[in-house]
C-alpha cells in the first residue's frame, strides 16, 4: 500500500471512530443527527472499500506483468 493510501485509511478510521464514539456518548442526539452520521461512515466505508479494491487489482497486475517478465527471461536464458 502506498503512502496516500494509508494517509485515506488513517483518516477514514478515525473519521469512522469519532462518529461512533459521538453516537455512543451522545445519548440525546436528534435522529437526524444520527442518521447523516449513520450516512456519512457508510459513504466512506463503500469509498475506502473501492480504494482497496482498486489497489488489489492494481497489484494482480503488477504480479502479472513481473511473472511475465521472469518467464520471458527465464525462457531466453533456456534457449541460450
Known amino acids: 500500500m502506498n503512502?496516500?493510501?494509508?494517509?485515506i485509511?488513517?483518516?477514514?478510521?478515525g473519521f469512522a471512530a469519532g462518529?461512533?464514539?459521538?453516537v455512543l456518548i451522545d445519548r440525546e442526539m436528534d435522529d437526524e443527527t444520527k442518521e447523516k452520521i449513520k450516512s456519512k461512515a457508510n459513504e466512506l466505508g463503500d469509498d475506502l472499500k473501492k480504494h482497496y479494491e482498486d489497489e488489489i487489482a492494481s497489484l494482480k497486475n503488477k504480479l502479472n506483468s513481473l511473472t511475465e517478465e521472469f518467464k520471458q527471461a527465464t525462457h531466453m536464458k533456456t534457449e541460450e
Open 3 to 7: 503512502d496516500t493510501g494509508k494517509i
Open 9 to 13: 485509511l488513517a483518516l477514514t478510521v
Open 19 to 22: 462518529a461512533i464514539a459521538t
